[in-house]
């Protein structure tokens, strides 16, 4: 049976952390991938990527299904922004930065790939949602956040409200 893991929260330090690249493709990076699963839907978020729930390796699941019940894994996932993209605009949020949501620009076409559970590689050149979820998932294996694409201030004001809710509990 999955699990349901803790998120954490921004600004916790360990979402700063950079996820290591997946070599082992074992029992173990399977159940972390179900238990993620379990997490992201009984978050009801669209994505999540490992370092979220303190595991610093490059895994990330995801169901942009209207009936969720489409879930994606992607093992060590890496994008290339393609010559002729244009801006796509996102009201985006984020499972770490909860009561959040800010619109940003993301380049809508790019070259995805990615390996499986078992090692295999695959590409694609994914369109819409899909294009903006990956990029906001990939940045958390690098250690960004959304926080990161807005104003001092409001990331400042954000930061504070959090702290505060975290302290009160
Ligand atoms: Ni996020």
Known sequence: MAKKLKILIFPDPRLRKVA????????SLEILA????????EANGIGLAAT???????LVVMDISEDRNDPKIFVNPMYQVLDNYKLYEFEEGC???????EIISRPDKIELTWQDLTGKEHKDYPEGLLTVCI???????????????????????VRKRLLKELNRK
């Open 135 to 157: 990029q906001h998932e990939i940045d958390h294996l690098d250690g960004k956040l959304m926080v990161d694409y807005v104003s001092a201030l409001k990331r400042d004001r």
């Open 34 to 41: 179900n238990d993620m699963l379990k997490t992201m839907y």
């Open 20 to 27: 290591k690249k997946v070599i082992k493709f074992d029992k």
């Open 52 to 58: 979220q729930v303190d595991f610093h390796v490059r």
């Open 95 to 101: 499972l770490s930065i909860p009561g959040f949501n």
